[in-house]
């Protein structure tokens, strides 16, 4: 096996390690949707899953400058000789395929849990000002409760 064989058998089995990923990130993603719809939020999951997925994506971020090094060092050789290599090319042209069509989805679910997201931090809001306004409407009852004196305002002075 030749330089530019053990390539792109490098290249092969990084798209299979990047699909993986992708799958895993889908995973997540399913789950984290699982937590938003959720009646009550759990923030320490949310998060949990967030620190999951940004590990994910630096992994894949990594596999992508990878593949990009080792394809640059080959492509010059697939170039020259794609009949030699037309089976592999075609079957990284499949799974690049693939990787393409699974981050799409990825991203697509993204965009919706990102409303979801948005939808909870609202109605969080909402409920954070309605027991503000409640805890001042109850202070101020109790600072003007205590004003009022025991005494009666009008009292009759005859005897």
Do not use: C, W
């Not at 993986?20 to 993603?29: K, R």
């Not at 593949?67 to 499949?94: H, M, P």
Request: charged fraction near 40%; aromatic fraction near 6%.
């Amino acid at each position: 096996m030749g330089i530019t064989e053990s390539y792109i058998t490098i290249l092969d089995e990084s798209l299979d390690k990047k699909i993986e990923l992708l799958e895993a990130l889908n995973a997540l993603n399913v789950q984290q949707t699982e937590l938003l719809d959720r009646e009550k939020f759990d923030e320490e999951g949310f998060h949990g899953l967030n620190e999951k997925k940004a590990e994910l994506i630096d992994k894949l971020n990594a596999m992508d400058d990878g593949f990009q090094l080792i394809y640059d060092k080959v492509k010059g050789e697939l170039d020259g000789n794609r009949d030699r290599y037309a089976e592999q090319i075609k079957t990284l042209q499949g799974k690049i395929s693939r990787i393409m069509e699974k981050s799409n989805h990825l991203m697509a679910e993204e965009q919706r849990n990102k409303e979801r997201i948005k939808n909870k931090f609202t109605a969080r809001r909402k409920e954070i000002s309605s027991v503000k306004k409640n805890s001042r409407y109850a202070a101020n009852y109790y600072k003007t409760m205590n004003k009022v004196t025991s005494e009666p305002v009008f009292m009759d002075k005859k005897k």
